[in-house]
């Protein structure tokens, strides 16, 4: 699922995870 959101979302689930990672 992850991958397929991934591919889906590229930009904006890369830009969630770096903020999470960044907020985290």
Do not use: M, T
């Not at 699922?1 to 930009?11: I, M, S």
């Not at 904006?12 to 903020?19: K, S």
């Amino acid at each position: 699922v992850l991958h397929e959101r991934n591919a889906h979302n590229f930009p904006l689930d890369l830009a969630a995870v770096e903020a999470h990672f960044i907020d985290g």
